[in-house]
């Protein structure tokens, strides 16, 4: 079975993750959404939420699964039985660092294999940051968020403000 490993923050998931994993999941006989925990930044949402957020997003795919992992992102990997971690890449500006990571990854784990996404064009201005900063401020997400989460996004934000 080849298995691919999405890992991310997701604080929250945006319209833009979702592009990646539905297109992955044409590609992979399964997808495993890996959610970072033990980031050292605080993020805006407890790390239930944030899989609650992806699970209800991705419900219409069958092959797609939600994960926690904390440590190195290899160890995951293996625990996953996966050889590939897929990235999503946005722009030049996101190359330098994903291209670092994939290297180091590779020196990690050399079975394991980087697959960058180029992300469709109208999400690659779409960030996490960017939806907690335009939620933060009052803004519209509505376009950001995926449609089945987006009471929800909305109505945490609002407890946080
Ligand atoms: O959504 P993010 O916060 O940009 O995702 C970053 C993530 C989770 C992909 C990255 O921080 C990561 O892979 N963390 C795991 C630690 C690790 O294995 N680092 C690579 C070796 S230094």
């Known amino acids: 079975m080849n298995i691919a490993v999405y890992p991310g ?8 993750h979702l592009d990646i994993i539905r297109r992955a999941a044409k590609l992979y006989d ?10 050292s930044k605080q993020p ?23 994960a ?19 990235k999503g890449l946005r722009a030049t500006s996101d190359f330098e660092y994903e291209f670092q990571m994939a290297l180091v990854n590779k020196q990690l784990c050399p079975d394991v294999e980087t697959v960058f996404l180029s992300s469709s064009a109208k999400y690659t201005f779409l960030s996490s ?15 950001f968020i995926p449609a089945e989460i987006l009471d929800d996004v909305k109505t945490a934000m609002t407890a946080k403000k």
């Open 9 to 16: 923050s997701f604080d929250p998931i945006t319209n833009g």
């Open 30 to 39: 399964k997808v495993v959404v890996g959610v970072l925990t033990n980031a």
């Open 44 to 66: 805006m949402f407890e790390k239930s939420q944030r899989a609650d957020f992806i699970r209800r997003s991705t419900a219409a795919l069958g092959n797609v699964e939600v």
């Open 68 to 86: 926690f992992f904390e440590g190195l992102l290899v160890d995951f990997l293996k625990k996953e039985n996966a050889k590939v971690i897929l």
């Open 129 to 143: 940051s960017v939806v907690r900063e335009i939620g933060r401020l009052g803004g519209d997400i509505s376009m």
